[in-house]
């Protein structure tokens, strides 16, 4: 009877000391699986990096095209979502057979990473393995001295949306229109939000009976709206033949390309949201 006893101890103490009781029919004993590391915060890199607001001040975004066609290709600063989990940039080519230019923007996923230091996006082409296309304005072989450039406004303050801005316009006159995109990446869209040009023509129509398509004007977007986080906020401008701009309305568009509407035909202190941050450089050494 004690010799049993004894057993049943031995037995009971070997199963404590497993790694795996659910291999005894024990799955209550199962060892809880590994959790991800959270993600990193603001907080965490902000004693080692210098970080700063991207879309500071708003609508400021531009990439320096300056030896483009002696480069052949320039790229932006790397954007990190707010949350530090993605980032975004954009390349411009230049092709010389045909005088266009073209764009296109890229985004990483910073999870999949191993061992992440931001650091590495003053360089995003090295992380090339990681580095997945979201969208090119692709060429028009008929068209020379053509250009159409992609460039990040900002991120969402949830993380979840890229507003981005392409411009188009003919390399030796200058721009033609600037359009707006977002892209979702919950549901993986990219949608135009074409109805804030149509809706700011179609005003001016109805106000004044200026055809805008007949003059020289464009949308300046400045990014999110604090106050209205679905929102887009853009200035409008008009533009003489010495390129003097004239104020014609601030807008705002929603992220589903449903409703437009004038905020103002004053420039307003409108409250724009600055959610990405682009880095600068090393504040010491690890």
Request: some cysteine; glycine content about 4%; overall charge positive.
């Amino acid at each position: 009877m004690r010799l049993k006893f004894k057993y049943l101890i031995c037995l009971i103490i070997i199963l404590l000391c497993s790694h795996n009781f659910s291999s005894y029919g024990l799955p209550f004993f199962k060892k809880k699986p590994k959790q991800p590391p959270p993600a990193p915060t603001i907080r965490d890199y902000a004693d080692y990096y210098m970080l700063d607001l991207y879309n500071d001040p708003p609508g400021s975004q531009n990439i320096d095209l300056s030896n483009l066609q002696k480069d052949k290709i320039k790229l932006s600063p790397a954007v990190m979502s707010p949350d530090m989990t993605k980032a975004a940039f954009s390349e411009v080519y230049f092709y010389p057979p045909v005088l266009q230019t073209s764009g296109r923007v890229l985004w990483i996923n910073l999870k999949q990473i191993p061992d992440f230091k931001p650091i590495d996006l003053l360089n995003p082409k090295a992380l090339n393995e990681y580095t997945k296309p979201l969208m090119s304005t692709g060429m028009n072989m008929l068209k020379q001295n053509s250009f159409r450039t992609l460039t990040v406004v900002d991120w969402s303050a949830d993380s979840k949306k890229l507003l981005l801005k392409e411009i188009i316009g003919k390399r030796l006159k200058g721009i033609d229109a600037t359009r707006l995109w977002v892209y979702n990446f919950e549901d993986k869209t990219l949608l135009q939000l074409a109805s804030i040009r149509a809706a700011i023509g179609y005003y001016w129509k109805q106000k004044a009976k200026i055809r805008l398509h007949e003059y020289v004007w464009d949308i300046e977007p400045l990014g999110w709206s604090l106050s209205q986080p679905d929102y887009i906020i853009a200035n409008a401008y008009g533009y003489s033949r010495g390129s003097k701009k004239s104020f014609i309305g601030s807008w705002k568009v929603n992220r589903y390309n449903t409703r437009t509407e004038l905020i103002s035909l004053h420039k307003p202190k409108t409250s724009i949201s600055r959610n990405g941050f682009s880095l600068t450089g090393l504040k010491k050494e690890f």
